[in-house]
């Protein structure tokens, strides 16, 4: 019991005296994680929107694939990425296995369906209810893709925090694409592992509280983001 309070104060003196190996953990976490969850929307937003106005064979397909890919296991993302960055791959000659762009390539492919399909499924609710106002103003659905994602902004905001909630949290994937690399890949949950691994378990639980009050942060802003959205819309 003794170690148990020990640990939790040892964590709490590291978090409240900004401990230079903790920090930097953090801040290479959040990097990554962002990287990841920028690039998803850049491409998961436009396609999403696409997807839910534009009709074309086999869109019935593209909406169960982007649905089904929200639940990725993150392990097989981060072994068919490995497998692609590896020497033997075709992406080898790169030479960006273990390295903080790998984790971003993991963390990329695992967001980018969740943006994509929430992204889908909202413009198409916006396309259902505003399609005849911008028929008859002659707007295509090519031209009406920026209005509606203006239009869903803050539902879609809610999207890409839903997106980076998922890469903050992400372990398996990057992992294996990361290596664990102390001072280079090492995140925060890779960090938690391998410190409870190791018997370090203020470093761990200082890590997990912050990852903890990260995770709460953006769902505390995904959630006034969606109420801010709900009294716009009354």
């Known amino acids: ?8 104060k040892t964590a709490f003196a590291l978090i409240a005296g900004f401990d230079s ?44 694939v982007l649905n089904a890919c929200m639940g990725l296991p993150p392990v097989v993302v981060g072994l068919v990425v490995y497998l692609m960055l590896s020497r033997a791959g075709p992406l080898g000659e790169l030479g960006l296995l273990f390295s903080p ?9 695992l967001v980018f369906p969740i943006i994509a399909a929430l992204t889908r499924q909202t413009i198409e609710d916006l396309w259902a209810e505003y399609r005849e106002q911008l028929t008859s103003l002659g707007v295509t659905p090519l ?9 869903g902004r803050f539902s879609l905001l809610t999207a ?10 992400e372990v398996g994937a990057i992992l294996i ?8 890949t090492r995140t925060m949950t890779t960090a938690i592992a391998l410190e409870t691994a190791k018997g370090d378990l203020a470093l761990a639980l200082g890590l997990g509280i912050v990852l903890i009050l990260i995770i ?5 802003a ?9 009294r716009r819309t009354g």
């Open 143 to 151: 031209r009406a893709i920026p209005t509606l994602l203006w239009d």
């Open 160 to 169: 890409v925090l839903a997106g980076l909630g998922r890469a903050a949290a």
């Open 222 to 230: 995904a959630f006034g983001i969606g109420e801010a959205a709900r």
């Open 21 to 64: 190996e903790l920090l930097h953990i953090v801040a290479l976490s959040l990097s990554v994680s962002l990287s990841a969850v920028t690039i998803a929307a850049l491409i998961g937003l436009p396609l999403g929107a696409a997807v839910a106005l534009w009709r074309f064979p086999g869109r019935g397909a593209v909406i169960v």
């Open 1 to 8: 019991m003794f170690e148990f309070f020990s640990a939790f």
């Open 101 to 109: 762009q790998a984790m971003i390539i993991a963390q990329t492919i």
């Open 177 to 184: 694409v990361g290596g664990n690399i102390d001072g280079v």
């Open 216 to 220: 709460a942060a953006i769902n505390g």
